[in-house]
Every structure is written in structure tokens, then in C-alpha cells.
């Protein structure tokens, strides 16, 4: 009857190891993912790397809206940094201390889960507008705007052609110089990145309940 004994006693300290053991592989993560994608919404403001696009308004809403900041970046690093925290805490597999921080941990994943989504969203709808830029249009001339999102008006004009899938039709923006590209993969890396905070505050979240339940922290 001793040798089950131990073996119970031993499983909720196991699990608190390997509680915290996830959480010191998925916190690292999102940090890098939080950082990445802040930087990336940073850089859609500056096309090329120029200011004065941002200073004259000339700059998409959805990139206006820095998704990335807000959503997959403040939202993220905090449960990120949480969960990084008491990744590395050491103490007794019993702490109740320790359960209540599991909990902080649940509800910070859960917000950093939304900010990501809402980050997706946007930048899924960033890329399906396509940037504002200068352009030539058929009835009032040069102007600015969303030629790819406008092509709708335009009948069988090359502009109504998805424009992700023909690269010929970029050239219709004349400025920003290369604004398509440097909207299309900044947009796509914030949907990759949101994507992959998603399923990691996911993998929080069900590491945060079983937090709750045995504890958060390795045992010395």
C-alpha cells in the first residue's frame, strides 16, 4: 500500500512541473511574438521607412489602427510576462498563492487571445482593402486612395483583378514608392504572428487550469 501512496502524493508535484514547464516555454514565445508583431504595426506607419506619409494622413486605417500595438502586442506581452514569471517561481506544489496567480494567468491569456483575434481581423481586412496610395484614376486623375478596394467601380479594369495574386497590377500606385509590398508582407506577418499567439494563449489558458487545480510552481 506504501509504493501507491507515494505515487499519489507525487503526481500533483509532477504536474505542477510540468505546469510550469510549459509556461516557461510558452511565455518566452509570446514575448518574441508580442515584440515582432508590435514592430511590424509600427513599420506599416512608415512606408519605406519615410515619416511624412504618417505626418500628411496618407496611411491605410487599418494600418492607422496598429493592431499589432494594442492587440498583438500590450495585450500578449502582459500575459506573456505573467506567465514567464511564474514559470520560473519556485515553491511548495500546495501554495494557494500559487492558484490565484494560475488565475491572474487564465484571465491575462484570455484578453491576450482577443487581442490577438482582433489583430487577425484587422489585418486579414488590411490585406483584402490593400494600402492607400497615390494613383492614377480613369475620372479624376491622379489622387489618393484604395485603387484595389475601388476597383469595384471600375468594370473590367486590370484594378478589379485581386491584386494578391497578379503582381502586375501593383505597379498602379505611384507612391509610396513599393507600398504594395511593404503592405502585403507586414499585413501577412501580422497574420501569422496573430495566429500563432492565438494557439499559444489557448495553450495558456488550459495551462493556467490546471494551474488552478495543483499548483503553479516546481517544487524544490
Not at 482582433?118 to 475620372?139: D, E, I, K, M, R
Not at 478589379?160 to 502585403?184: D, F, K, M
Request: include cysteine.
Amino acid at each position: 500500500m506504501q509504493p501507491f501512496s507515494l505515487s499519489s502524493s507525487s503526481s500533483p508535484c509532477r504536474n505542477a512541473m510540468c505546469v510550469g514547464k510549459c509556461s516557461r516555454i510558452v511565455g518566452p514565445c509570446l514575448l518574441v511574438l508580442g515584440t515582432l508583431s508590435m514592430a511590424a504595426s509600427i513599420l506599416l506607419l512608415f512606408p519605406g521607412g519615410a515619416s511624412k506619409y504618417l505626418l500628411e494622413g496618407h496611411i491605410s486605417s487599418q494600418a492607422k489602427a496598429v493592431p499589432g500595438v494594442w492587440g498583438g502586442g500590450i495585450a500578449v506581452l502582459l500575459a506573456a510576462t505573467h506567465a514567464t514569471a511564474l514559470g520560473w517561481q519556485r515553491c511548495g506544489c500546495s501554495g494557494g498563492g500559487t492558484r490565484s496567480n494560475a488565475f491572474i494567468s487564465v484571465v491575462l491569456s484570455k484578453l491576450a487571445l482577443l487581442g490577438a483575434t482582433a489583430c487577425f481581423v484587422l489585418s486579414g481586412v488590411g490585406l483584402t482593402n490593400g494600402p492607400l496610395c497615390l494613383y492614377n484614376s480613369t475620372q479624376h486623375g491622379a489622387l489618393w486612395g484604395y485603387p484595389f478596394l475601388d476597383a469595384i467601380d471600375q468594370g473590367t479594369d486590370v484594378r478589379a483583378e485581386n491584386y494578391l495574386y497578379n503582381q502586375r497590377t501593383w505597379s498602379i500606385c505611384l507612391e509610396p514608392e513599393g507600398i504594395v509590398s511593404w503592405h502585403v508582407v507586414l499585413f501577412f506577418l501580422l497574420l501569422f504572428l496573430s495566429v500563432a499567439e492565438m494557439v499559444l494563449a489557448l495553450l495558456q489558458i488550459l495551462n493556467g487550469c490546471v494551474g488552478c487545480l495543483c499548483g503553479f510552481c516546481e517544487g524544490k
